[in-house]
């Protein structure tokens, strides 16, 4: 034995040989100032004992001239090995995964949805088509006293990397954290096994946003704005969340976060409260904007002592002439303003922007003064204090950016249904993560903005053509994702209308609904559950059935190119069917008929 993750070995019967998942994994010692980090010289056992169905072993590892006592504990949930960790005196820079050895055949698979930075963590398939075994580790962040995650994938002689670890930074007083640390492996034949569950607590207004399409429109001339949305209710699209962005509190560049007072030039308070009252008038959800990652110098709340510190004590920058401010503090201020804006405004929902954009150590706070310095930990749980916090007080869903938001899920109720990371307008639907563990969560809407989706520079097109099959992809990936609409204005009414028209119903009777069932069509149109599809690599047709808990089937052909012959109907590439039950009467598709592509919902509204 060695004291690290190279010492644990997997095997699962009548599926392979013996094989060492972790190889180079555990502790990784700060060396030089900092300026590099490295495995202990040697590992001496210091006692090990089973108590029950756990095993406890304790190594002193030697480190140059220091000895450093660390402690494992191991226990096994199901199918998954919990490692615990715990080094306590400063000195660990990094705890790692390590990388799996002896595997037969071995290939990735990211998981859409899964973000880290800019690689993310990866399913290890191992063996042939017809007996795969699939792996995956994740380190614990709720539990974790890290600075920082990381994430790597990569398939090499030397062994197969699948994911990377946690990092320790040393706070402003130049000492880092103890170091805790929880790892999950798992290993199992069936990929939905292998899926990291995120443990928040489920959103209580799913059954809001569940039924709306989503929206974000910045206030410009709120006259003008009014008689916009006016004309959109005139078309029976009322099923609505609509959120206000920065401009409704600035009429120029000053400061738009943490403030209580509207824009002047947009009508100042009354004028807010106003336009509050007759969009909500019209039938839609109506929140404002807000963030407490942005903190302007000019804001009247400023205070130096409330800025995040980096690791050199210098003061954390964020959006353009903005600070972030120390999240124990954004904790505090959203408490104090929130309420007096909703008591100004009276809204039913809320746009909490960036959050849910930026991994949680984006914004960690080294500052040594803190309580949970050092901590990524102590950003997340402070976010996710404000956005319950934000749900109460507008009585409604609190919405953010999303990219990272698995994080956050269930403590926000729904955020931008993107991962730009994943570049999903091009690459392979696999959608079991975000379907079986953040879709019961809360109501994720659009994938994104279709710039979130296409790319922020790119149109939806330049001929009639191209921006009708732009829209089109972008609706399909909407529906193979379980998400709610978003509200498209690019395009004109027409998009608008079809944005509208062509999601509401069906999102209305998912978005509550449980993923019970979800197969992928190979080349020959068999439909393959998850494992085998992961396996033989047939998700990557992106030709997705899910059906729901109440019976609703959605059938969505992402293949960019190639048609998909179903038993119902023929789907075009980006077409879609769903089918639903005697006693759900909801059938919808955008599909070929009579050689034609053809839209048409026959719902219950």
């Keep these: 034995a060695t004291g690290t993750l190279a010492d644990i070995t997997a095997l699962w019967h009548d599926r392979g040989k013996p094989f060492q998942p972790m190889v180079d994994g555990g502790l990784f010692f700060a060396i030089d100032g900092g300026e590099k980090v490295v495995p202990a010289e040697r590992g001496e056992l210091v006692s090990c004992r089973r108590q029950d169905d756990v095993v406890e072993s304790v190594w002193r590892y030697i480190v140059g001239k220091s000895a450093v006592d660390a402690k494992y504990t191991f226990r096994l949930w199901q ?42 963590p990866a399913a290890l398939v191992v063996g042939p088509v017809d007996q795969p075994l699939f792996v995956f580790s994740i380190v614990d962040h709720f539990r974790s006293n890290a600075s920082s995650l990381w994430a790597a994938n990569q398939v090499a002689d030397e062994g197969v990397v699948y994911n990377g670890g946690s990092r320790y930074t040393p706070k402003t007083d130049g000492r880092r954290n103890d170091c805790f640390e929880r790892l999950f492996l798992t290993v199992s034949p069936q990929f939905e096994e292998v899926l990291p569950n995120v443990a928040n607590p489920k959103s209580p207004w799913m059954h809001v946003a569940g039924e709306r399409v989503w929206i974000a429109y910045g206030a410009s001339d709120r006259q003008q704005n ?28 000053e400061s738009f976060t943490m403030r209580t007072r509207a824009a002047p030039g947009k009508g100042g308070d009354e004028g807010q409260a106003d336009y509050a009252r007759k969009i909500r008038a019209l039938g839609f959800r109506y929140g404002i904007y807000n963030n407490y990652t942005d903190f302007a110098p000019v804001n009247e709340h400023w205070d130096e002592d409330y800025v995040t510190r980096n690791p050199d004590g210098d003061w954390k920058t964020a959006w353009a002439r903005c600070y972030n401010p120390k999240p124990s503090r954004a904790v505090e ?11 100004k405004f009276h809204l039913d929902t809320a746009y909490c922007d960036v959050h849910t954009a930026v991994q949680p150590w984006r914004y960690c706070d080294f500052d040594a003064r803190v309580p949970g310095a050092g901590t990524f930990a102590a950003t997340l749980y402070a976010y996710g204090e404000i956005m319950l916090h934000q749900k109460k007080t507008w009585n409604g869903p609190v919405y953010s950016e999303g990219n990272n938001h698995w994080y956050y899920c269930g403590l926000t109720d729904g955020n931008y249904g993107q991962d730009q990371a ?71 009414i027409t ?26 069509a190979d080349e020959h149109g068999n439909l393959l559950d998850t494992s085998a599809a992961v396996a033989s690599g047939a998700f990557r047709r992106s030709q997705v059935r899910t059906r729901y ?23 075009p590439p980006n077409g879609w069917h769903v089918e639903g039950t005697p006693e759900l ?5 955008s599909a070929t008929i009579d050689g034609h592509r053809a839209d048409y919902v026959d719902s219950p509204a």
């Design 79 to 120: 199918k998954s090995l919990v490692v615990d960790v715990e080094c306590r005196g400063g000195s660990v820079g990094e705890f790692r995964v390590g990388r799996a050895v002896g595997v037969e055949s071995p290939r990735l698979v990211t998981l859409p949805y899964l973000a880290c930075e800019s690689q993310r």
């Design 226 to 253: 009014y008689a916009f949305w006016k004309n959109v209710a005139r078309y029976g699209m009322t099923n609505i969340a609509y959120t206000d962005h920065e401009t409704g509190w600035r009429d120029g560049g």
């Design 333 to 343: 201020l959203e408490a104090k303003l929130a309420p007096i804006i909703q008591e």
């Design 422 to 492: 994943a570049g999903l307008a091009e690459n392979p639907w696999l959608v079991d993560f975000d379907l079986r563990k953040l879709h019961p969560l809360c109501c994720n809407f659009g994938m994104g903005n279709p710039g979130m989706f296409y790319g922020r520079n790119e149109s939806l097109g330049s001929t009639p053509e191209e921006r009708e099959g732009r829209v089109d992809r972008f609706l399909a990936a909407t529906l193979a994702f379980g998400h709610t609409g978003f509200l498209l204005l690019e395009g004109g």
């Design 495 to 520: 998009n608008t209308v079809r944005s509208y028209f062509n999601l509401q119903q069906i999102h209305k009777h998912y978005a509550e609904q449980t993923a019970v069932d979800i197969r992928y």
């Design 549 to 571: 808990s109440n019976g609703l089937t959605v059938t969505v052909n992402g293949h960019p190119t190639e048609a998909w012959k179903t038993i119902s109907v023929e789907l």
């Design 585 to 589: 009467k909801l059938t919808a598709f």
